[in-house]
């Protein structure tokens, strides 16, 4: 059995929630392009909880707000989303592992990245062809 099969987080958004707020109080010491990457990653890791909202039928910014704000006031107390009411609770009971979460996020950057130079290929591409024609 793999290490972290049995380790868990909590569910909910939490962990996505938590991981934002910290990323977001150690962009107050970077600077440049790494504060904008973290800033990008940051509002990246919020995806899990607006879908929750949108998928519960609420507001996935209004949500979002409340979870953020919540976690701000309680930073050792873990915020999840109620999807009954939409509002910011406790995820007793509502597990992630820690396998799942660690791979899910290095997967997301491989594949950024993969499409990051898809993208760079066809542009080099494109500008190639234009080159062409115009001989």
Known sequence: MLPYAKHLVPGAGSFEIAAYSMLKKEMESLKGRAKLGALAYANALLVIPKTLAINSGYDAQETIVKL???????????????????????????????????????????????????????????TNLKTNQQE
């Open 68 to 126: 953020v704000e919540e976690r701000e006031a309680n930073p050792e107390i873990p915020v999840g989303i109620d999807l009954d009411s939409g509002e910011p609770a406790q995820p007793v009971g509502i597990w992630d592992n820690v396998i799942v979460k660690k791979n899910s996020l290095a997967s997301s950057c491989v594949i950024a990245c993969n499409l990051l130079l898809v993208d760079e290929v066809m542009r080099a591409g494109m």
